[in-house]
């Protein structure tokens, strides 16, 4: 049965305005833009976050976990030299602001990325964190779920997962990702959906724009962060949901190709994808084929969090109010 906020988040919602958060104003999304010379843009010097806000049960709108996105996006900037100038708290209410100032409605998927934007004058010109200004912007655009719920088929690619003494993978830097781009093209290419990378010792290290999740022996496992990930937000909601609410042993321990191959359940989480099951791996079927029985259960665990009907989890939500609040 479709509950109103899902009912709300699925119809037809107004148009929003265009706009982003640019050079520390909110200005039309067309003029939100930068040169080419751009380092960034050149060099891959730049830090991201996907973030999410849900429509709630009461019909308003809210943050999922806005706080804690900032908090990496911050960490992240560090490793890259890059002054946000803005502390978490501030970033979370420019966020609302630009909801509400778009007139955001509908689930909406959030992307702050902040970046190394031109040499200083008396700078010299290469590859430098250094000498270098920064930027901040701040976009929104309309998303609900994306993702089959049904499941989805992934390849194991052949692309490996960069170790963190080659690049800092636990920051969420825009130059790492064409190391993902290049595994989705090859397993879209071979007719599936996603991609799991291994890292350099053969484990598990995470999907495209995802964690892994198995279920193995009765156990819910994931790799650790020594498996050269990131540290996702909705895998640590994950984790705790398990534990707190179906009461499943969670295990953080690496995890290798045959592990998933013999899984009773695997599934990928992430901001983007939510919590989607895997079926097939490689063109064998996981388990009977379809959703088992923890998947399910956190998915719709998940998806009661994030629309407000869980008051455990209120604490997770930012509302973003309206424009006369």
């Known amino acids: 049965m479709t509950s109103p906020a899902t009912a709300t988040a699925d119809r037809a919602t107004p148009a929003i305005a265009a706009l982003a958060y640019h050079d520390g104003e909110f200005v039309p999304l067309a003029e939100a833009q930068v040169p080419v010379t751009t380092q960034a843009l050149q060099y891959g010097t730049g830090v991201f976050e996907g973030i999410r806000a849900y429509v709630q049960e009461d019909g308003g709108l809210a943050v999922f976990r806005g706080h804690d996105h900032y908090r990496r996006l911050l960490r992240s900037s560090r490793t890259l030299r ?9 970033l979370c209410e420019l966020t609302a602001e630009l909801l509400r100032r778009i007139g955001a409605t509908s689930d909406m998927y959030i992307r702050p990325l902040a970046y ?19 930027a901040l912007t701040i976009n929104a655009f309309q998303m609900g779920s994306y993702t089959d719920r049904g499941g989805i088929r992934v390849a194991i690619s052949s692309w490996r997962r960069p170790e963190s003494v080659v690049l800092p993978v636990r920051a969420k830097v825009t130059g790492g990702y064409v190391n993902n781009a290049l595994a989705v093209d090859e397993a879209r290419a071979a007719g599936y ?9 053969g484990h598990v290290a995470e999907a495209s724009t995802a964690n892994v999740f198995a279920v193995v022996r009765g156990r819910l496992v994931t790799p650790p962060v020594t498996a ?51 079926t097939e791996i490689a063109g064998r079927p996981v388990k009977d084929g ?25 604490h997770w939500l930012q509302a973003v109010g309206t424009a006369t609040d």
Do not use: W
């Not at 923890?294 to 209120?314: E, F, N």
């Open 290 to 314: 379809v959703p088992g029985p923890v998947t399910t259960a956190l998915m719709s665990t998940y998806h009661d969090v994030v629309r407000g009907r869980d008051p455990r989890y209120r």
């Open 82 to 90: 890059i002054e946000v100038g803005r502390d978490v708290p501030q």
């Open 193 to 201: 959906d996603d991609a799991i990378l291994l890292n350099s010792r």
């Open 228 to 278: 050269d990930l990131l540290e996702g937000i909705t895998r640590d909601t994950v984790l705790t949901l398990a534990t707190d609410v179906l009461g499943v042993e969670t295990v953080l321990e690496d995890l290798g190709r045959d592990d998933l191959c013999n899984a009773d359940e695997v599934f990928l989480t992430g901001t983007g994808v939510e919590i989607v099951p895997v």
């Open 116 to 134: 190394k934007r031109a040499l200083l004058p008396g700078s010299p010109p290469g590859v430098q964190l250094t000498g270098v200004s920064d």
